[in-house]
């Protein structure tokens, strides 16, 4: 089992860029492949990126492809969300999830984080 905590979220101007963080409990963090989603107000939580065990293999949706960038840290049991050249489309509630294989699907993952807000002004 893995406790997800995301940090990071906040207040941006459209084009400006914001870095999430998703720190992970537990000694299995490089067991997982770890994923970010998203949730707008109104609207089912979608897929943004994810990334595989190691950190070599990485997917994206198409709305961010280009912006957006997923690392991991398995020495420091995080993953991150680089966002840059962020759009009012993007602001919506931020996930980070945990999955036993690498995935796009929101079902397969069995881990999920509390969420942080990000907000982008026009």
């Known amino acids: 089992q893995v406790q997800l905590v995301e940090s990071g979220g906040g207040l941006m101007q459209a084009g400006g860029s914001l870095r999430l963080s998703c720190a992970a409990s537990g000694r299995t963090f490089s067991s997982y492949a770890m994923g970010w989603f998203r949730q707008a107000p109104g609207k089912e939580r979608e897929f943004v990126a994810t990334?595989?065990?190691?950190?070599?293999?990485?997917y994206y949706s198409d709305s961010v492809k280009g912006r957006f960038t997923i690392s991991r840290d398995n020495a420091k049991n995080t993953v991150y969300l680089q966002m840059n050249s962020l759009k009012p489309e993007d602001t919506a509630v931020y996930f980070c999830?945990?999955?036993?294989?690498?995935?796009?699907?929101?079902?397969?993952?069995?881990?999920w984080g509390q969420g942080t807000q990000v907000t982008v002004s026009s």
């Open positions: 990334i595989n065990r190691r950190g070599g293999i990485a």
């Open positions: 999830a945990a999955a036993y294989g690498t995935t796009t699907f929101r079902t397969e993952y069995a881990y």
